[in-house]
């Protein structure tokens, strides 16, 4: 070193903790105000985003609005066309007494009404009309080979995908990533001569049976707004039980399908997911094997879903996707006459059903008795146990798919509980869930596992699913009979805390059964009055119990299930219970 450079380094002093301290504060100070300023930044950006979206739904809404009135249907023809049952309009639709410009424009108006009310429409269509023009212009040449469901307005869960829309499942970030092309189901829909008109609500990321998000907001339950339509297809609960739409799509991973149907009063079914193409539908979390889900048909009637699904299951699925093998929709089950053995239950040993489900089941049971069936009680075996092992599929990388994206967009307080799951270490998390009583342990699941205990639980999976065939076998079940839920629809907010009332529904996600639900009852006085006597066990049951005491009134469905490629008779089953509960 040279004089000069040692001069100026012998002047230079060592620096104090002070100055350490200062210097240390500050760049972290720095570091957290960057990281805070690019996340408001980001979140501002979104917002933006929203209100561009607020804006473009309300200039979609007009622009339908004058469509539909240009067709020019008074409101005693647009009654008469929504007072007809599904086979009436397909009737009338086919013999040409109706055009599908009308039904369209009777369907656009009833649903823009029944909006209003339950905030469940997302966009409307616009190309709808094209579609029915087209169909009405075919119909005028004799030779024409009408397709199955010519000209039937059909709603879809907004996660499917829709050419020109957007499949945001309620994530901002999301707005304006429009579908280059349909989902195979939809092009499917449309070879069936169904005109897709109407996207509907979900609630953010999927992965909630409730129906809020910050795009499109909250939507209500058509029988009490104060109450959530259930979800995740949510939209298409309220818009059906509210009478904008007779048919539509879900998807269902845990009773996204079942749940809404039955917390709105309508029907719908989950087939197995062997057995449907989900080339196109945007699932919560992609990459799941063993818990993966599946769209269906939900609908005013049982009938209706079925003419879905034999629309939906032809050879040309398997063509369009080769992953799905051909089984096509076998009439002869969904009409057989031979007389069934189903076994039934109302409490699954995880988490007692609530007194007006459990009635309703108990009811459908004995209606199907009475038109000759064998009905006997069963114990589907241990579902406390597996129900942790559906967390573990679900979540099948403890959380961080999900966290990653819930934090990266405009999330409510209560996501937290997801968004910092993966980041919890277990030592913390489980004590935390378990203070909530034995019924929070399958969901200390969720969180990851190596790739050694991922395995395991794999193998037990398959293992259940062995077992759960054995049972139905050796007692010769042809189907299930069972609650939907614990309970008919919540209070806003409350399915964000009721997680471990889905054991019903994602116990069949997990089988990979079929599943079915539809409307049997309503909660009436003595439900109430009988609610008294409910245990309150825990936590969860004591919620429960309170929002039963306020449930008078709520539809309750119940659920019918069987193994994959039963759904004919899944759909037997239910349409016989739809037509005990009208008088047939
Ligand atoms: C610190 C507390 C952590 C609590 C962890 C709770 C984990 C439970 C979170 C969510 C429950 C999942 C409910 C799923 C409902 C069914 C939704 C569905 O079928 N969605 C369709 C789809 O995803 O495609």
Request: hydrophobic share 40%.
């Amino acid at each position: 070193m040279d004089s000069i450079s040692m001069s100026v380094v012998s002047t230079l002093k060592p620096p104090t903790a002070i100055t350490v301290a200062v210097v240390a504060v500050s760049l972290i100070t720095g570091y957290f105000g960057f990281r805070i300023f690019r996340f408001m930044k980001h979140r501002a950006s979104l917002r933006q985003k929203v209100s561009n979206r607020q804006a473009e739904r309300e200039k979609n809404f007009e622009a339908v609005k004058r469509l539909a009135e240009k067709v020019g249907v008074d409101a005693v023809r647009r009654e008469a066309i929504i007072r007809m049952t599904p086979d009436e309009l397909r009737t009338a639709l086919r013999q040409r007494e109706v055009k599908c410009q009308e039904v369209l424009a009777a369907y656009v108006q009833t649903a823009l009404a029944v909006n209003e009310r339950l905030n469940c429409v997302t966009l409307f269509v616009l190309e709808a009309f094209d579609r029915a023009l087209e169909l009405d212009n075919n119909a005028t040449d004799n030779t024409y080979d009408f397709p199955n469901m010519f000209g039937i307005p059909i709603s879809i869960k907004e996660s499917v995908q829709v050419r020109g829309y957007d499949q945001t499942l309620g994530y901002a970030s999301e707005i304006g990533n429009k579908a280059d092309d349909n989902s195979k189901v939809i092009n499917l829909l449309l070879d069936q001569g169904f005109i897709p008109f109407a996207l509907t609500n979900v609630p953010l990321s999927l992965l909630s049976f409730g129906c809020k998000n910050p795009i499109y907001g909250t939507t209500l339950n058509p029988f009490n707004p104060n109450r959530t339509c259930g979800g995740s297809s949510g939209g298409e609960g309220a818009l059906i039980g509210g009478g904008g739409s007779i048919v539509g799509i879900g998807g269902d991973v845990g009773g996204s399908i079942r749940i809404p149907a039955h917390f709105s009063g309508i029907c719908g079914i989950k087939p197995s997911h062997l057995r449907m193409t989900t080339n196109g539908l945007r699932g919560s979390i992609p990459g799941r094997p063993l818990v993966n889900a599946s769209e269906g048909p939900m609908a005013t009637t049982v009938d209706m879903c079925a003419k879905v699904l034999q629309g939906l299951f032809v050879k040309k699925m398997s063509k369009m996707d080769p992953y799905v093998p051909p089984v096509p929709f076998a009439d002869d089950l969904y009409n057989s006459t031979v007389p069934l053995k189903i076994g039934y239950y109302v409490d699954d040993g995880y988490f007692p059903a609530s007194v007006p489900v459990a009635r309703a089941v108990e009811e459908a049971a004995e209606a199907l008795r009475k038109k000759g069936h064998e009905v006997i009680r069963f114990q589907p075996p241990r579902i406390p146990e597996v129900f942790g092992l559906y967390f573990s599929a679900l979540f099948i990388d403890g959380g961080c798919y999900i966290s990653d994206r819930l934090s990266g967009d405009l999330f409510d307080p209560h996501h937290l509980q997801i968004i910092l799951m993966p980041y919890l270490p277990k030592w913390l998390f489980a004590p935390l869930l378990n203070r909530f009583g034995p019924k929070a342990e399958p969901m200390t699941h969720v969180l990851g596992r190596t790739l050694s205990e991922q395995r395991k639980v794999y193998a037990a999976i398959e293992g259940y699913r062995h077992e759960f065939v054995k049972v139905l076998q050796s007692n010769g079940f042809d189907a299930i009979l069972c609650p939907p839920n614990a309970g008919p629809a919540y209070e806003h907010g409350l399915p964000d805390q009721l997680a471990p009332t889905i054991s019903y529904t994602a116990i069949f996600n997990l089988l990979d059964y079929a599943a079915g639900v539809v409307q049997y009852s309503f909660v009436n006085d003595d439900d109430i009055a009988n609610n008294a006597d409910f245990k309150e066990t825990d936590h969860f049951t004591k919620i429960l119990k309170r929002s039963i005491s306020t449930s008078k009134g709520l539809p309750l469905g119940v659920q019918v299930a069987a193994p994959p490629y039963s759904e004919e008779v899944v759909l037997r089953v239910m349409r016989i219970i739809e037509e005990a509960r009208d008088g047939h």
